[in-house]
T-cell receptor, first 118, second 114 residues
Framework: KAGVTQTPRYLIKTRGQQVTLSCSPI?????VSWYQQTPGQGLQFLFE???????NKGNFPGRFSGRQFSNSRSEMNVSTLELGDSALYLC?????????????????FGPGTRLLVL | AQSVAQPEDQVNVAEGNPLTVKCTYS??????LFWYVQYPNRGLQFLLK????DNLVKGSYGFEAEFNKSQTSFHLKKPSALVSDSALYFC????????????WGAGTKLIIKP
């Protein structure tokens, strides 16, 4: 099976702009989670989507939003970019039917999108 | 508060020697435990997980981890390190049956010297 794919791999934006990142999960996986990774804060959970519904949400401002399509592909949007949004954004997929990692499911990660905000 | 600690920011090991990357946790109830590895400019790759059963879990690339309930630890081990094992290793934990997301450690940089 093909792995999790993320596009684009690299992005450079300026403050105030908005950005949309895309994630295609492993075929058959219905859960998609998004993480932000920075050297200072480590891995931080943004949100999880399952069957086109947000099932779980981390502690990020409303500028960070996402959605999931009927084919399980997911997009993440960040509006009004700030310098602090520079990070590696990781997408992870899992089957989702069992309820996520709390039921023992393994998440499989994509290569990430590296966002630089100038 | 629920947490995961990886007490060493960096571990240096000579090639061919055994390696250990430490992880301790604090969660309410029984945990599920995971190890992931991240190579430069790559996403995280799943190594192994403890769900239930045998406390010694074997995973990818010759890695294994031992769940120790009394010490609330889940240390990652490999009998003989390879230079290619050099990477960033993350431990993650979640209370069994919870609807929370994974609680991640800060990561340990493993450097294997030839």
């Amino acid at each position: 099976k093909a792995g999790v794919t993320q596009t684009p791999r690299y992005l450079i934006k300026t403050r105030g702009q908005q950005v949309t990142l895309s994630c295609s999960p492993i075929s058959g996986h219905r859960s998609v989670s998004w993480y932000q990774q920075t050297p200072g804060q480590g891995l931080q959970f943004l949100f999880e989507y399952f069957s086109e519904t947000q099932r779980n949400k981390g502690n990020f401002p409303g500028r960070f939003s996402g959605r999931q399509f009927s084919n399980s592909r997911s997009e993440m949007n960040v509006s009004t970019l700030e310098l602090g949004d520079s990070a590696l954004y990781l997408c992870a997929s899992s089957p989702g039917l069992a309820g996520g990692p709390g039921r023992g499911e393994t998440q499989y990660f994509g290569p990430g999108t590296r966002l630089l905000v100038l | 508060a629920q947490s995961v600690a990886q007490p060493e920011d960096q571990v240096n090991v000579a090639e061919g020697n055994p390696l250990t990357v430490k992880c301790t946790y604090s969660v309410s109830g029984n945990p599920y435990l995971f190890w992931y590895v991240q190579y430069p400019n790559r996403g995280l790759q799943f190594l192994l997980k403890y769900i239930t059963g045998d406390n010694l879990v074997k995973g990818s690339y010759g890695f294994e981890a031992e769940f120790n309930k009394s010490q609330t630890s889940f240390h990652l081990k490999k009998p003989s390190a390879l230079v290619s094992d050099s990477a960033l290793y993350f431990c993650a934990v979640i209370p069994q049956g919870s609807n929370y997301q994974l609680i991640w450690g800060a990561g340990t940089k493993l450097i294997i010297k030839p």
